[in-house]
């Protein structure tokens, strides 16, 4: 379960920088008050947590198919 909530916050921070990239529009800022805000904080914190959750999703991945090859 914390898998798919980490993925969840990690694509909806992606969709974020796709907006600041492409559009110049930062999503969380506007909806909570300007990027130094203490809730866009929070949820940029949130998102960089979720990421690095993430980074250990590719190494189990991993490990899970050189398991199942090897059966």
Known sequence: MLDK???LI???G???WGGIGLFGF???AFLFGGQ???FSRIIYALVGLAGLWCISLLFRLGD???AASAA
Do not use: E, Y
Request: net charge negative; no cysteine; proline share 0%.
């Open 36 to 38: 130094l805000s203490v």
């Open 64 to 66: 899970d198919r050189s």
């Open 26 to 28: 930062d999503t969380v």
């Open 5 to 7: 909530i980490a993925i």
């Open 10 to 12: 990690a694509v909806i």
């Open 14 to 16: 992606a969709l974020n």
